[in-house]
C-alpha cells in the first residue's frame, strides 16, 4: 500500500469519528427532540445551534476548497444560527443531512486519488487540500465532543449509555 493511499485511508477515519472521538452520528443518535432548543446549564447556545455552527463551518471549509468565488460568513456571527433561532424537528434533521452530505463531499476529495493533497490549492497560495480536510476533522471532532458534554449537562443520554471512566 502506498504512503498516499495510507494517507487518505487515515484522513477517512479521521473524518468519521473512528480514532479518538465519538461520530457525529453518534453524538446525536437518540437525542430528545423536545431538548433541541433548550439552552443546558450557563450555555448560551441549544443542541441544535451547536449542530448548525459545525454544519456551516464544514460547508464553509469545503466551498472555500471547491468554489474560487466563495465568500465566507462573516466571523463570528455568520457560523452561527441567530441566538433566537430556533429549530423544529424538520429542521434538526435538515441541519443533519446537510452535515452529512457535506462531510461525504469532503471524503470524496479524501478519496479522489487524481487530487494532490499536499498542492497548493490553485485559488488559494498557502492552502492545501490536506490543511483543510485537517481542519474539518479538528473542528468536528472538538464540537462534537461539546455536543456529548451537553448531553450531559442536560441528562440527554439514555441510561445504556456508554461512558468514559468514573
Known amino acids: 500500500m502506498s504512503k498516499d493511499s495510507v494517507l487518505r485511508q487515515q484522513l477517512l477515519q479521521l473524518l468519521r469519528g473512528r480514532n479518538a ?11 430528545p427532540q423536545e431538548f433541541i432548543n433548550v439552552r443546558p446549564p450557563n450555555v448560551t447556545y441549544t443542541p441544535w445551534h451547536l ?3 459545525i454544519r456551516i ?3 464553509d471549509i469545503l466551498e472555500f476548497v471547491r468554489d474560487p468565488e466563495h465568500v465566507s460568513p462573516e466571523w463570528p456571527d455568520g457560523y452561527w ?3 433566537d433561532a430556533e429549530a423544529d424537528h424538520e429542521l ?3 441541519t443533519l443531512e446537510l452535515f452529512e452530505q457535506d462531510l461525504q463531499a469532503v471524503e470524496g476529495l479524501v478519496g479522489d486519488v487524481d487530487i494532490e493533497l499536499t498542492t497548493d490549492i490553485p485559488h ?5 487540500i490536506l490543511r483543510e480536510v485537517l ?3 479538528d473542528h468536528n471532532a472538538y464540537h462534537v465532543g461539546e455536543f456529548a458534554i ?3 449537562l442536560m441528562g440527554t443520554w439514555r441510561p445504556d449509555h456508554a461512558r468514559g471512566p468514573e
Open 150 to 152: 451537553v448531553r450531559q
Open 81 to 83: 444560527p441567530p441566538a
Open 124 to 128: 488559494a497560495p498557502g492552502y492545501t
Open 21 to 31: 472521538h465519538m461520530s457525529l452520528e453518534d453524538a446525536v443518535a437518540n437525542f
Open 135 to 137: 481542519l474539518v476533522a
Open 57 to 59: 463551518a464544514q460547508w
Open 51 to 53: 449542530l448548525e455552527h
Open 92 to 94: 434538526w434533521r435538515q
